[in-house]
Each structure stands twice: as structure tokens, then as C-alpha cells.
């Protein structure tokens, strides 16, 4: 064989994988539907296709970067996006690592044009609705604001779910930051046997905004409603000038799937709590004189659980023996990193001192109630 036959030849094989490389698609870790943004969204296609398989991708990385996808697998999600998008690590299955090692890693990454998501709000009275619902109706700032969430009512259900993904606005002004949380609910009847869901739960300090994202696992659909989780904002040092004032926690776009990923509308709500000036030595006496609040808390006089606007209490602890009325200390200088600890009462507290200056007697590490079954992701970011 010739120079010149040899090179013809050398250069037909170059040419050859040039255009194959061409012709692959490129594939961004995370972004699953590949509308150029990774958000909560990815996570719903992302259960829809979790447990499948298919070829490995070459040369693969969860890094931020475009990656070529040369062999398709064999299914495809609607607007003709293959399931191998949803194997973010390329190793030829899509599991529980894709969702920790690409979504939640390359969170609110984009590339290219940013295509909007179709969200599908719903009407008030017409469609099943996201509820908010503040145990408090005013707090004080340093204190913890739990609103529960529920999805649907008896009169309203949520019909053949299979995962929702939704977005909360609040007003960064009232709340500190690195102080959003979420707890899933345990059990719930999305997922009765606490194996089969999973969940994503982000945080923009910066614009106010937190994406909530659950998903089941197993391509099937269920009818329900109840209970699903509870969001936590701590109260920041607002300035006295600034109050009182309203923190709100607002339902802003929603899109709820079927296991064939057709949408479904859902009603938005939202919840509010007045945010009122601090509770001090001079506002409150420290006289130990505790009284058991309805929700379950014990505050060291009734002054105390008034401010934080419990009105239904009885005289003496909750929790008996678990509570020690001198060791409560409403002045406690506590922080508010969160490093979550169960009380002997069943609460949980953001940490071991406000589990102390709450005067509980013992605690557990980690939250009460935690499902370990499902993936719990909630993480605070700034961009």
C-alpha cells in the first residue's frame, strides 16, 4: 500500500468519527429534559426513568460540561429526549446517584438558551391544591416559623400522581439566610411504605425562592391527599423599624405529572405570619411559671407563649419528665446552624442549645420523624 493510498485512508477514519461526533447528542449532567437549565423539573423526568437502562456513555463525568451521547437507549420521554439523558453519571443505569451526583450537584446551572419550564397553575376551588399552614400567627426574630404542606383535599385529590415539582417565594428581608429547611413527612400517603419516593429540596437566599420537587419511583400512579412535608424559616434580627411586619410563604408555579408525564393543574395558596418585636427581659418577666402551649411546646411563663402567639395553653410542662422548667432560657445565645436534634418530647429543634434553652432534658441526634429510606436533600444555596 502507497503513502498517498494510506493517507486517503487515514483521512476517510477521521472524517468518518468527525461526523459521528457531529451527529451525537450533547448532553449537559443534570439537565434531564435539556432545556438548558437544571432545576427540580429534571428531577420528575429523572423518577420516571429511574431503574432503566442502557449503554454506558464513554469517557463519562458528572462535571458541568457538554458531553456526546452516541448511542440512544430505547426509550424516550415526551418531546423526543432519550432516557439516556437522565444517566448523568454514564454508567448505564439510572439510580439514586444521578439524582445526588448531577442534579443536585450542577443545581441552577445552565447552558445555551434557556427553554421555560411548562408549568400548570391551576384554579382555586377547580384543581387540587398545594395548603399552607403556619403553626403560629406571629413570631418574634431569632424564632422558627414551621408551615406544614399539604397536596389536595377529600373534596379536591390529587389523582394519579406520580410526582410534583413546585416553587415557594418568601421575602428574603424577614428570613435569615442558610435558615430555610424542609422536612418530609414520614409514611406519607404518596408513598405508605417510605421506599418508593424521593425528594429535592433547594434554596435561593438571594431571590427569596425555594424549589420543592417529590417524585415516586416506580412508574406508577396513586390517588390521595394529606400531608407531605414542612417547610422551617427561621425569623432574621429585623430592624425594629420594620415592624411589625409579614413574612409570607407564597405558591408560585407548579407542575404535577402521571406516570406517562401528562400535567395536571394545580390551585396555588399561600401562607402568612406577622413578624413582631422581640420579646425581652422588659417585655417579659423571666418568672418561672411554665405553661404547656397546644402545640406541644412548653414556654417558661404564659408571656412567653402569647408572644409567640399561642393563645391555647394549660398550666405546668408538656412532656412531663422530659422538660425542666429551670433550665429554660428565652436570653440563650444560641446559634442557628442547623444540626438538627430530637427532643424527648418529639420535637426538633435546629440545635443541641436550642434543644437546652428550650429545657429539654434529653435529645437524640438528627430529626425526629427522619425517613431514611427516602432521599432527603435540602440544601441552602446563594448564587
Known amino acids: 500500500m502507497n503513502k498517498t493510498t494510506t493517507l486517503r485512508i487515514l483521512s476517510l477514519v477521521l472524517a468518518m468519527g468527525l461526523l459521528q461526533h457531529s451527529h451525537a447528542q450533547m448532553l449537559w449532567p443534570g439537565d434531564i429534559n435539556n432545556n438548558g437549565i437544571v432545576n427540580g423539573v429534571d428531577v420528575l423526568f429523572w423518577g420516571i426513568a429511574y431503574n432503566n437502562g442502557g449503554a454506558p456513555r464513554p469517557n463519562a463525568t458528572t462535571n458541568w460540561e457538554a458531553q456526546p451521547v452516541t448511542q440512544m437507549w430505547s426509550e424516550y420521554f415526551p418531546g423526543n429526549v432519550n432516557y439516556a439523558f437522565a444517566d448523568g453519571d454514564g454508567n448505564g443505569t439510572v439510580s439514586m446517584a444521578d439524582l445526588s451526583s448531577t442534579i443536585q450537584a450542577n443545581y441552577n446551572l445552565t447552558h445555551g438558551l434557556v427553554t421555560p419550564e411548562n408549568y400548570h397553575n391551576g384554579q382555586t376551588g377547580l384543581d387540587a391544591p398545594i395548603l399552607l399552614e403556619s403553626a403560629v400567627a406571629s413570631a418574634t426574630p431569632g424564632m422558627r416559623v414551621d408551615i406544614k404542606i399539604s397536596l389536595g383535599t377529600d373534596v379536591l385529590p390529587a389523582n394519579l400522581f406520580h410526582g410534583i415539582s413546585f416553587t415557594m417565594r418568601f421575602n428574603e428581608e424577614f428570613v435569615k439566610t442558610n435558615g430555610v429547611f424542609f422536612q418530609a413527612a414520614q409514611d406519607a400517603w404518596y408513598d405508605p411504605d417510605g421506599t418508593n419516593s424521593a425528594h429535592l429540596f433547594k434554596v435561593n437566599d438571594n431571590t427569596g425562592l425555594a424549589e420543592l420537587t417529590i417524585t415516586r419511583l416506580n412508574q406508577s400512579n396513586v390517588n390521595g391527599y394529606g400531608y407531605i412535608g414542612t417547610i422551617s424559616l427561621i425569623v432574621?434580627?429585623?430592624?425594629?423599624?420594620?415592624?411589625?411586619?409579614?413574612?409570607?410563604?407564597?405558591?408560585?408555579?407548579?407542575?404535577?405529572?402521571?406516570?406517562?408525564?401528562?400535567?395536571?393543574?394545580?390551585?396555588?395558596?399561600?401562607?402568612?405570619?406577622?413578624?413582631?418585636?422581640?420579646?425581652?427581659?422588659?417585655?417579659?418577666?423571666?418568672?418561672?411559671?411554665?405553661?404547656?402551649?397546644?402545640?406541644?411546646?412548653?414556654?417558661?411563663?404564659?408571656?412567653?407563649?402569647?408572644?409567640?402567639?399561642?393563645?391555647?395553653?394549660?398550666?405546668?410542662?408538656?412532656?412531663?419528665?422530659?422538660?425542666?422548667?429551670?433550665?429554660?432560657?428565652?436570653?440563650?445565645?444560641?446559634?442557628?446552624?442547623?444540626?438538627?436534634?430530637?427532643?424527648?418530647?418529639?420535637?426538633?429543634?435546629?440545635?443541641?442549645?436550642?434543644?437546652?434553652?428550650?429545657?429539654?432534658?434529653?435529645?437524640?441526634?438528627?430529626?425526629?420523624?427522619?425517613?431514611?429510606?427516602?432521599?432527603?436533600?435540602?440544601?441552602?444555596?446563594?448564587?
Open 236 to 383: 432574621d434580627d429585623v430592624p425594629a423599624n420594620m415592624l411589625p411586619g409579614l413574612l409570607k410563604l407564597q405558591v408560585e408555579n407548579v407542575k404535577m405529572i402521571d406516570a406517562n408525564m401528562n400535567t395536571y393543574a394545580v390551585a396555588r395558596t399561600e401562607a402568612s405570619v406577622e413578624v413582631v418585636q422581640a420579646v425581652t427581659t422588659n417585655t417579659c418577666p423571666d418568672v418561672i411559671a411554665p405553661v404547656c402551649g397546644a402545640n406541644g411546646v412548653t414556654y417558661l411563663n404564659s408571656c412567653y407563649a402569647e408572644a409567640a402567639g399561642v393563645t391555647d395553653y394549660t398550666e405546668g410542662v408538656c412532656f412531663g419528665g422530659c422538660i425542666d422548667p429551670e433550665q429554660m432560657n428565652p436570653t440563650a445565645n444560641c446559634n442557628y446552624n442547623y444540626q438538627p436534634v430530637c427532643g424527648c418530647n418529639g420535637i426538633t429543634y435546629v440545635n443541641e442549645c436550642v434543644a437546652s434553652a428550650n429545657g429539654v432534658t434529653s435529645y437524640t441526634q438528627g430529626p425526629c420523624n427522619a425517613n431514611n429510606n427516602c432521599a432527603s436533600l435540602s440544601v441552602s444555596i446563594a448564587n
